[in-house]
C-alpha cells in the first residue's frame, strides 16, 4: 500500500513557476514509476508526466515538454513537478499516481493516487 500527497500548488501569473511534491509513505516508493495527472473543471483527468522507478526514463504530454519536469528522490520517497512558464490553460487539479512496472500516460495502470493540490494561472 502506497498513501501520496501533494504539495506546492497555489496561485501564480502567467509566465510564472511552480514546484509541485508527492511524499509517498511506505519502504517500497522506489519500485513505482511515478506519474503527473491534471484535470480541469468539466474536462476528463489528463497524463502530464511520468518518471521509471529510478528516474533515469521520463515521458512527457506535448502540452508540457519543454516547460514542466518531473523528477524524484527515492531517499526522500518523492516525486516532483517542476512547472515553469504557466499558462492559464494549466490551471487544473494536480493528481500524483505510483504503479508498479513500466511508467506510461495511461492513467488506468496506475494504481494509487493522492488527493490533488490546485493550481490556478492567472492571465
Known amino acids: 500500500q502506497v498513501q501520496l500527497v501533494e504539495s506546492g500548488g497555489g496561485l501564480v501569473q502567467a509566465g510564472g513557476s511552480l514546484r509541485l511534491s508527492c511524499a509517498a509513505s511506505?519502504?517500497?516508493?522506489?519500485?513505482?514509476?511515478m506519474g503527473w495527472f491534471r484535470q480541469a473543471p468539466g474536462k476528463e483527468r489528463e497524463f502530464v508526466a511520468a518518471?521509471?522507478?529510478?528516474?533515469?526514463?521520463?515521458y512527457y504530454a506535448d502540452s508540457v515538454k519543454g516547460r514542466f519536469t518531473i523528477s524524484r528522490d527515492n531517499a526522500k520517497n518523492t516525486v516532483y513537478l517542476q512547472m515553469k512558464s504557466l499558462k492559464p490553460e494549466d490551471t487544473a487539479a494536480y493528481y500524483c499516481?505510483?504503479?508498479?512496472?513500466?511508467?506510461?500516460?495511461?492513467?488506468?495502470?496506475?494504481?494509487?493516487w493522492g488527493q490533488g493540490t490546485q493550481v490556478t494561472v492567472s492571465s
Open positions: 518518471i521509471s522507478w529510478s528516474g533515469e526514463s521520463t
Open positions: 511506505g519502504r517500497t516508493f522506489s519500485t513505482y514509476a
Open positions: 499516481a505510483a504503479k508498479r512496472g513500466q511508467y506510461g500516460p495511461i492513467l488506468n495502470g496506475y494504481d494509487y
